[in-house]
């Protein structure tokens, strides 16, 4: 992406923020500059977060027997299931 693309985004991020969360838009923004600025970031998709989230609780669940159950929760098939809990997905 060029340099001025990147303020607009940047300047978009903002805006987004400050709909969001008011007055604690700068700060966020701050936050974040101090964390990463100078580096360059590739943010996850969202769907990726999601399948993150729901394998940590698939783990949290599991008890060592319930491979069916939590297929069936959370529907998917026994074996990705298994995956998740080996840690392979």
Same mark, same amino acid.
């Given at each position: 992406m060029p340099r001025g693309e990147n303020k607009e985004v #940047?300047? *978009?991020? %903002?805006d987004q923020l400050h709909?969001? %969360? +008011?007055?604690?838009?700068?700060?966020i923004i701050e936050t974040m500059? #101090?964390?990463l600025g +100078?580096?360059?970031v590739t943010f996850p998709d969202v769907e990726f977060l999601y399948r993150q989230?729901? *394998? =940590?609780? $698939?783990? $949290?669940e599991f008890n060592g027997v319930n491979y069916d159950e939590l297929a069936i929760k959370y529907r998917l098939s026994v074996r =990705?299931?298994?995956? #998740?809990?080996k840690g392979e997905s």
């Open positions: #940047i300047a *978009d991020l %903002f709909t969001e %969360f +008011g007055k604690l838009a700068p700060q500059v #101090i964390c +100078g580096s360059r989230e729901r *394998d =940590h609780r $698939i783990a $949290i =990705h299931v298994r995956n #998740i809990v």
